[in-house]
């Protein structure tokens, strides 16, 4: 019975170590983590408004909340994230683009993420102020690495400088992947009609 206790003890000690350290660990790389995510965003951002590497920019997410317009710890006014909106769009993401210099708007991304029958496919789909597509970027799949290389390499840049125009938009009807390019085309196509929708407001 005592040793059954000891060992009861002993792994409750170690169990409170174990949560301590785990505690610990994620406190000092959740900074590094979200500094990380963030540059990689950004450089997305980058890539499809072709954004020279000294260029600075400013993103701020569509939020309907007053709220997160508030400076948080250690923020100031500028390093605010948000732009509020009557409406965001559902089931997307949207995060206009600024260049941090005079602050003129350079365009609005959209992020969306579909589930197919080979697994998720996250896509950004940037437009420019003048409401043509500016590019089209597979941010992340799980779907089969051939068919999602496949797709960026040949089906990507022709929605390149189309109109964002649910009427006029042009998609390749033969792309041998076809799972990956349907999640892909689903997502431009929403992403047409946040932009038409928020361009009402």
Do not use: H, W
């Amino acid at each position: 019975m005592l040793s059954k206790l000891k060992t009861a003890l002993v792994l409750l000690l170690i169990g409170a170590v174990s949560g301590g350290l785990i505690y610990i660990v994620n406190d000092i790389t959740a900074p590094i983590i979200f500094e990380n995510e963030l540059q990689r965003k950004i450089g997305f951002y980058s890539e499809i408004f072709e954004i020279p590497e000294d260029q600075e920019i400013i993103y701020k997410d569509c939020t309907t909340d007053p709220n997160d317009l508030v400076p948080i710890d250690g923020q100031l006014e500028e390093d605010v994230t948000f732009e509020v909106r009557d409406s965001c769009p559902e089931g997307l993401t949207e995060t206009f683009i600024y260049d941090k210099a005079d602050n003129s708007l350079i365009g609005v991304v959209y992020f969306g993420n579909e589930k197919n029958s080979y697994g998720e496919v996250g896509v950004l789909v940037g437009i420019n102020i003048d409401g043509t597509i500016a590019n089209v970027v597979i941010s992340s799949s799980t779907n089969t690495v051939n068919f999602v290389k496949k797709i960026e390499k040949e089906f990507l840049s022709p929605f390149m400088g189309q109109l964002a125009d649910p009427q006029l938009i042009e998609f390749d009807s033969a792309t041998g992947a076809t799972y990956t390019y349907g999640s892909v085309t689903d997502i431009v196509n929403d992403a047409i009609a946040a932009y038409n929708e928020g361009s009402d407001e």
